[in-house]
Antibody, heavy 119, light 111 residues
Framework: QVQLQESGPGLVKPSETLSLTCAVSGYSISSGYYWGWIRQPPGKGLEWIGNIYHSGSTYYNPSLKSRVTMSVDTSKNQFSLKLSSVTAADTAVYYCARTTVTTDWFDPWGQGTLVTVSS | QSALTQPASVSGSPGQSITISCTGTSSDVGGYNYVSWYQQHPGKVPKIMIY???NRPSGVSNRFSGSKSGNTASLTISGLQAEDEADYYC???????????FGGGTKLTVL
């Protein structure tokens, strides 16, 4: 079955860049579907960050677009997220998930990784 | 403020049915059949329960059903069980540049 696993630093300093990777197993990213990032601040709701296709095509949330970069590495069957100039407001659990071109669903999800922005 | 509006909380007794609403606009919920619902237990990963308004993924109990009328989508849980107590989020594709929007979440309490 398809499984996703996020990895990356759990602590990032303010103004620095948050970098996360999502490793996919049980399915080849090159076979199709889109791949997305969603975050959830502690005690709050879900926020879509962006999607990427294996070709490298990306769609970003306009509210984060100026700070977000997503990339894909089909040879390693993984995709990545970079969020620059982070502040405490970026503290959240970051999830990666499989989705579609119309983003009508996210499934499955990775286990999520908590990233704290603090000096 | 979330793009889709959900009640903050709903409650019901075991065996009863409850409905959670998700209100958007004609640019999202009302304009497309791309509404999905997620269940999230405390400290756990969101799990898809309904996609494309009313479709149930394999393995999801048929006690969960989805529907839509105008700009409002609904998730109905029948025969409430203690294990249904969780947070529920709706999401929808949107024609705006945001692409997808989520509701603020609804906390379901099983009394």
């Amino acid at each position: 079955q398809v499984q996703l696993q996020e990895s990356g630093p759990g602590l990032v300093k303010p103004s620095e860049t948050l970098s996360l990777t999502c490793a996919v197993s049980g399915y080849s990213i090159s076979s199709g579907y889109y791949w997305g990032w969603i975050r959830q601040p502690p005690g709050k709701g879900l926020e879509w960050i962006g999607n990427i296709y294996h070709s490298g095509s990306t769609y970003y949330n306009p509210s984060l677009k100026s700070r977000v970069t997503m990339s894909v590495d089909t040879s390693k069957n993984q995709f990545s997220l970079k969020l620059s100039s982070v502040t405490a407001a970026d503290t959240a659990v970051y999830y990666c998930a499989r989705t579609t071109v119309t983003t009508d669903w996210f499934d499955p999800w990775g286990q999520g990784t908590l990233v704290t922005v603090s000096s | 403020q979330s793009a889709l509006t959900q009640p903050a909380s709903v409650s019901g007794s075991p065996g009863q049915s409850i409905t959670i609403s998700c209100t958007g606009t004609s640019s999202d919920v009302g304009g497309y059949n791309y509404v999905s619902w997620y269940q999230q237990h405390p400290g756990k990963v969101p799990k898809i329960m309904i996609y494309d308004v009313s479709n149930r993924p394999s393995g999801v109990s048929n006690r969960f059903s989805g529907s839509k009328s105008g700009n409002t989508a609904s998730l109905t849980i029948s025969g409430l069980q203690a294990e249904d107590e969780a947070d529920y989020y709706c999401s929808s594709y949107t024609s705006s540049s945001t692409l997808v929007v989520f509701g603020g979440g609804t906390k379901l309490t099983v009394l």
